[in-house]
Structure formats: C-alpha cells, structure tokens
C-alpha cells in the first residue's frame, strides 16, 4: 500500500474547491498552500481537514514546487483548485496505490468545461503528468503553463479529471489576456523575434486544427468559440512579442509631441477653475 498525498494550491476558489476536495476526500493526507485568499477558501479546506499553510503568489511553478514539498509522503497527486477526479479515475488511483506504482508518474487525460457545457470525451484527449513520486520530479520554469518534469518511466490512466477553468467567455479571454503578457518575457529570454507574419499566417491554422483535427467541431458552437478564442491567444502572444520590438525600436518617437513621456505627457498650458 503506497501512501498518497494531494497538493493544491488556491487563490480565492471558493467555488469549485468543495468539488475538488470531494474527489479526493479519501486520500492520506491533503495539502493546501493558499495565497491569501479573502474568500471562504480556507473555512472549505478547513472542513475537509486539509493541512493549511500561506505563502504570497511566487509563479506558478515555485508555488506548486512548495505545495509538493510541504506533502510528506513519497506519491503525489499535483491538482488546481479547478479539478476534480471522475469517479472512475479516483477508483483507478486508490487500486494503483493499494498495489503499488509501476511507473515513477502517470499522465491522467483532462475533460475540459467549454463555457456553459463539458466538452465530449469525443474531442482528442490531452493527457497531463499530476500523478508521481515527488522524488523523481520536480516542476519545471515555465512562466505560465509550468507542469512537473518526472525522469523515469510515465504511465497513463484511463480515468479522466474534470477542469472547470472556462466558466464564461468573458473569463476565458482575461485568462489568456494575462497569460499571454506572463509569457512575453520567456520568449524573449529564449531569443524569439517578432515576426509580424506569425500573426498572419498562424492564428487561423491554429483555428481549423483545433476546430477539425482536434475535433472541437463535435462541441458545436461552444466548440467554435474555443477554437477561435485559442487562436486568439496564439495571436496576442505573437503580436506582443512584435509590439515589444516595435516599442523598442521606436520608443514614443511615432506618438504626438503632446503625449510623449519625455515631454512630461502633459500638454503645455494651465486649466483655470473660476
């Protein structure tokens, strides 16, 4: 029998944490590292007798690293405050733990929330490394999407995990509005130039391989406005890695003399109150 330990980190996720926490009420221990949430967060962990710790927002991948390294026991299941396990995945977890690992981690599929409904277990499946022995990985840089590297031999399960991390549009394009700038600077640590035809050219391939290949069509509509809302974010990565370069060529020399930072941004002359 393998002692299993959850790692969650939250921020003010009052509304999906009960369900999150349901799914994995039957484990060895939960760990929970908040960033000061000013909700009801922490009363729901509290309830499930989740061991609580606080730490200010560090990135993704430093906060979810000391969540892993505050669980004490050896395998870890890695999920946000927006996942939960499908009935079957938690049976298929609690009999590998009962039996024992074969693998150093597993790589779990994800059922996605499309906005007002789940998207079909028919779109093709992306499958995520969340379930390892925390001894064998760690996570990795990546400023926004930082997921574990595990050195070993990676399994898959069949059970899926449910994520509720598109709940309206209107959430979804703020995501990827900030996701977008958060990895602005790896790119350019990585040496990526701004090409303006990146913005041409590949948003709408993006879309029809998302949209057919991907099979997003079997959603319908819901389907449609994730294709293009990601094509969407393909393109602000691309167009504000080309602004930065633009804005670096050409500072504020191409904006009226009236609005430049040199000159004060303040046009001259006085307003008069009487």
């Not at 509304?15 to 967060?41: K, R």
């Not at 200010?56 to 946000?80: H, I, R, S, T």
């Not at 039996?99 to 994800?110: K, N, S, T």
């Not at 064998?136 to 898959?156: F, Q, S, T």
Request: hydrophobic content about 40%; aromatic content about 10%; glycine content about 8%.
């Amino acid at each position: 029998m393998e002692p299993l330990s959850v790692a969650i980190t939250t921020l003010n996720n009052e509304s999906t944490l009960g369900a999150c926490l349901d799914s994995v009420s039957w484990a060895d221990e939960i760990v929970l590292l908040d960033s000061f949430s000013n909700d009801a967060t922490l009363d729901i962990a509290a309830s499930y007798g989740c061991e609580i710790r606080q730490h200010e927002f560090m990135g993704y991948g430093p906060q979810k690293q000391m969540a892993l390294d505050l669980a004490k026991n050896n395998w870890v299941l890695l999920l946000d405050a927006d996942e939960f396990l499908s009935h079957g995945l938690q049976a298929e977890i609690r009999d590998l733990m009962a039996r024992g690992p074969e693998a150093d981690g597993y790589a779990l599929p994800r059922q996605e929330q499309l906005f007002w409904r789940m998207s079909s277990l028919k779109v093709r499946t992306d499958y995520f490394v969340r379930l390892f022995d925390k001894h064998k990985g760690r996570m990795n840089d990546k400023p926004v999407h930082a997921a574990p590297r595990v050195e070993g031999r990676i399994g898959r399960l069949a059970g899926h995990f449910i994520h509720l991390g598109m709940p309206s549009v209107e959430s979804r394009v703020d995501k990827i509005n900030n996701y977008s700038s958060g990895l602005l600077a790896d790119k350019l640590a990585r040496g990526k130039r701004g090409n303006p035809w990146m913005m041409v050219f590949y948003p709408p391939l993006y879309f029809l391989r998302q949209y057919l290949i991907e099979r997003q069509i079997v959603n319908g509509w819901a389907g449609f406005i994730v294709s293009a809302n990601n094509a969407f974010y393909v393109f602000l990565k691309y167009a504000k890695l080309f602004e930065h370069f633009q804005k670096q060529r050409y500072g504020e020399s191409l904006l009226p003399e009236q609005v430049r930072r040199d000159g004060g941004g303040v046009p001259t002359g006085s307003c008069r109150q009487s």
